[in-house]
């Protein structure tokens, strides 16, 4: 051969060896990298999210973050056998610019983390066997076009924060002690259903506007109270309800406003354990009735306004009350308590109500109104009461043992003994 020739030669398999060389880096996805990209079109990107997803579970922590090109991706994505802490799932360009079909999880570590997506399907669980229960990602900015439903694994850390969901919603068995709890979710014309029976529950700086029924329905133990603080419920039917036999309820910082009922609580008849519900520092505005309880309830209020109400601001039954510094205006009545007996512990009874400086004032009915008979015990005690403007009776109490003291505008009190 020739030595022009063989130069030739060399040159040419040189020229196909580097060719070859780009095009296969072009098109194969890059081998551990830290950051990784999905960006459909561009040849040195992945061109599908769950390749990337895919990648990063098998690489054990190589990528630690899989960056998405904003966009809608028709994708059913699979998250599971993700265990590296540091893994992420970012829309580079946040929920409103990147969209995906749905997700369905498996068992993810509890700190592998999707921000800045839009589901347009409900996000659900894998559910591929109880011995090997699914754990969801955290999720933190996406939006749920259709809602979610987390409930596989057993007493799981929050995981949802600063998200938005437009389909009904359902939340169960987790725990928030000893960490921070849910914040900044926004539910937008659906339903909240929360289950807490591993520990207590809380929820911050969320808002629920527009549920078509009742915003939250929720259910625990009373050693597994579930918390809402410094969240707004509004135009709805109803803001909370249960049907459980045994639960708790806390509100703080709250504010109720343009609903039919605040709270609508009824319970079964529960033999083990209170039901309990605790207000504080928190609003009803505008409301048909702030609270109502058709079964014994344990009632801790505190530093409650109610106004513009169209009906009784608190029509409820109660096996005990505690009640400090609520005011009433503008609504059809005022206080309505029916001291009841608990079914639990057996043989108990009615263990009696204390109003202390509540103002009731622009009421169409009944100012204040206890009644508890027949029962064999629990006194019920009004102080520092102010009632005004009342067109019914101004404090009516019918119970054991009545105890009234610094009370203005009292224009009916009768205690009568038990029978």
């Given at each position: ?191 909240l259903t929360v289950t807490a029976i591993c520990g ?107 106004r513009d109400c169209a009906g009784p601001a608190f ?105």
């Amino acid at each position: 051969m020739a030595p022009h020739e063989n130069f030739r030669t060399r040159m040419r398999a040189a020229c196909f060896a580097c060719v070859s060389a780009c095009l296969l880096g072009a098109f194969a996805p890059p081998a551990h990298a830290t950051h990784v990209l999905v960006e459909p079109g561009n040849l040195s990107a992945y061109q599908t999210i769950q390749e990337a997803l895919n990648a990063q579970a098998a690489v054990f922590g190589a990528i630690e973050t899989v960056l998405v090109a904003p966009g809608v991706y028709p994708e059913s994505l699979v998250v599971r056998d993700v265990y590296e802490p540091q893994t992420r799932l970012i829309g580079t360009g946040g929920a409103l610019q990147t969209r995906v079909r749905t997700l369905r999880y498996g068992h993810t570590d509890r700190a592998f983390a999707i921000e800045g997506l839009t589901f347009d399907e409900p996000v659900v669980s894998i559910s591929e066997s109880p011995g090997h229960p699914d754990r969801p990602p955290v999720f933190r900015n996406c939006v749920f076009e259709s809602g979610a439903n987390f409930g596989a694994y057993p007493c799981a850390a929050p995981n949802l924060f600063d998200c938005t969901f437009r389909g009904n919603t359902v939340l169960y068995s987790y725990t928030t002690a000893g960490q921070p709890g849910f914040s900044g979710l926004r539910f937008e014309h659906c339903r909240l259903t929360v289950t807490a029976i591993c520990g207590i529950l809380k929820f911050s700086d969320c808002v629920f506007t527009g549920a078509p029924d009742t915003a939250i329905v929720f259910q625990s133990l009373p050693e597994n109270m579930i918390t809402f603080e410094r969240s707004v419920i509004e135009s709805t039917e109803v803001g909370f309800a249960t049907n459980s036999s045994e639960t708790a309820l806390r509100l703080l910082d709250c504010d109720v406003r343009d609903v039919g009922i605040g709270l609508d609580l009824y319970t079964p008849i529960s033999r083990q354990n209170w039901t309990e519900l605790t207000l504080s520092r928190t609003d009803f505005d505008r409301v048909g009735r702030a609270v109502r309880t058709t079964s014994p309830w344990a009632l801790y209020v505190d530093h409650v306004n109610v106004r513009d109400c169209a009906g009784p601001a608190f029509d409820a039954k109660t096996a005990r009350a505690t009640i400090f510094a609520v005011s009433i205006e503008r609504a059809g009545a005022g206080l309505l308590l029916q001291g009841v007996n608990p079914t639990w512990p057996s043989g108990a009874t009615f263990f009696g109500a204390s109003l202390d400086s509540c103002v009731v004032s622009d009421v169409q009915g009944d100012g204040i109104r206890v009644i508890a008979v027949p029962t064999t015990s629990g006194r019920v005690r009004v102080h520092r009461a102010t009632v005004s403007d009342v067109a019914g009776r101004g404090i009516f109490l019918n119970a054991h043992g009545v105890t009234v003291m610094r009370t203005r505008s009292c224009t009916t009190c009768r205690a009568t003994a038990s029978r």
